[in-house]
């Protein structure tokens, strides 16, 4: 057996705030498909705003000829989903220069990792696979027909035989609190084998791109509870979360280049920044320029100017909870490689619960399912 990567589509071009569907092949037996983004800034961006390609990538599916989908991801969910599994941020090249060029690669797993080998994608059961890739960017971000996209096949051959199995990824619900202090309540699907579940907390942002308030303050608490809410697994503030999975994943690098006059705001797509570090790219010594955290979480730093003559600066900062995300449950990481099972084999864990017990209503909980599916049933 071998991995073939090929270049299926090359440089398709993405319409600005619209969708776009292409065909896939319709045989071969794929571990996932590795997608590259490539766009021109169309303006100086505003640097507390996100405007990463990834963030304005709002939808990633891959659909059938019945219109049942396989996958259903953000950007910024698959970018996160990628570094759980990888234990690193693909490529990214983030310049918020007018004129300058950013790339992010993302990749699309039909198993529980980049050539897994054990769950794979069969092509041949579906009545005809399609890729959409759905995109809210305007021509204020990013410049006209610049915004393109290449799809990299990595598929396997001379298989000795064909994984039974293989894993879709999903956003399975997304849920505002109702009122300040109201909890949100998520039932798990009880049917379903599961192989991961990622949270997402996602911070309100006010006129200016800010945040309204910080969701993983220690007044928040999240729980993974079974057999109706009696049995508590996780119980956890969302930073302690993010520590635990610290230890089990790594730390998530954020990277950037930006354009400074006197100060500005950066939001790094991390929760919490641990270390940081700056060059000034005019070779002007970093002495210059001080990085000071503007408020209790650290995703949004200011970067203030000292020397003058400034053009722009690069940064490499280091922390937790990339774009807010939390591993909540890892079969991986559990003894035996156990897919959650809420109802099967005697199992008195069904039903089971995600609850977040908050004291404001200003964030979005959004939730990302992974399940284990036989080829050619869903």
């Known amino acids: 057996m071998y991995w073939k990567e090929q270049r299926v589509w090359k440089q398709v071009l993405l319409p600005l705030n619209g969708t776009t569907r292409i065909e896939l092949h319709k045989t071969g037996k794929v571990s996932g498909l590795k997608l590259h983004f490539v766009a021109t800034n169309a303006a100086l961006l505003d640097v507390t705003l996100g405007e990463r390609i990834v963030d304005h990538i709002t939808r990633i599916k891959v659909v059938d000829g019945k219109g049942?989908?396989?996958?259903?991801?953000?950007?910024?969910?698959?970018?996160?989903?990628?570094?759980?599994?990888?234990?690193?941020?693909?490529?990214?090249?983030?310049?918020?220069?007018?004129?300058?060029?950013?790339?992010?690669?993302?990749?699309?797993?039909?198993?529980?990792?980049?050539?897994?080998?054990?769950?794979?994608?069969?092509?041949?059961?579906?009545?005809?696979?399609?890729?959409?890739?759905?995109?809210?960017?305007?021509?204020?971000?990013?410049?006209?027909?610049?915004?393109?996209?290449?799809?990299?096949?990595?598929?396997?051959?001379?298989?000795?035989r064909t994984p039974v199995n293989w894993i879709k990824h999903f956003e399975w619900l997304t849920q505002k609190p109702s009122a300040a202090g109201q909890d949100i309540i998520q039932e798990l699907p009880a049917e379903e084998s599961i192989h991961k579940i990622m949270i997402q907390l996602d911070p309100d942002l006010d006129a200016n791109g800010l945040p309204v308030n910080d969701p993983k303050i220690d007044t928040n608490l999240i729980k993974m509870m079974f057999n109706d809410m009696e049995k508590v697994v996780t119980e956890l503030r969302p930073l302690d979360l993010m520590r635990d999975n610290a230890i089990e994943y790594g730390r998530p690098h954020a990277r950037g280049r930006t354009l400074f006059s006197v100060a500005n705001y950066n939001d790094l797509k991390l929760a919490l920044i641990e270390s940081m570090t700056?060059?000034?790219?005019?070779?002007?010594?970093?002495?210059?320029?001080?990085?000071?955290?503007?408020?209790?979480?650290?995703?949004?730093?200011?970067?203030?100017?000292?020397?003058?003559?400034?053009?722009?600066?690069?940064?490499?900062?280091?922390?937790y909870g990339l774009y807010h995300t939390m591993m909540l449950w890892d079969s991986m990481k559990v003894q035996g490689d156990d897919l959650l099972e809420l109802t099967c084999c005697g199992n008195k864990n069904s039903p089971g619960h995600i609850v977040i017990e908050p004291t404001a209503a200003d964030f979005t909980l959004k939730t990302v399912i992974s399940t284990l599916h036989r080829q050619g049933e869903m």
């Open 68 to 160: 049942r989908t396989l996958m259903s991801l953000t950007g910024q969910e698959l970018k996160a989903l990628n570094f759980y599994s990888e234990g690193d941020v693909m490529p990214e090249q983030y310049i918020n220069v007018l004129g300058d060029v950013q790339q992010t690669t993302m990749f699309l797993p039909f198993g529980r990792f980049y050539k897994d080998p054990d769950f794979i994608l069969d092509f041949g059961p579906w009545c005809g696979l399609w890729l959409e890739i759905t995109n809210d960017a305007t021509a204020a971000v990013f410049t006209a027909d610049t915004l393109l996209m290449d799809i990299i096949e990595v598929e396997a051959k001379e298989l000795s």
């Open 278 to 319: 700056s060059c000034r790219v005019d070779g002007i010594s970093t002495a210059d320029i001080f990085f000071n955290q503007e408020d209790s979480w650290g995703r949004f730093q200011k970067a203030v100017l000292i020397g003058p003559n400034i053009t722009y600066i690069q940064w490499d900062a280091v922390g």
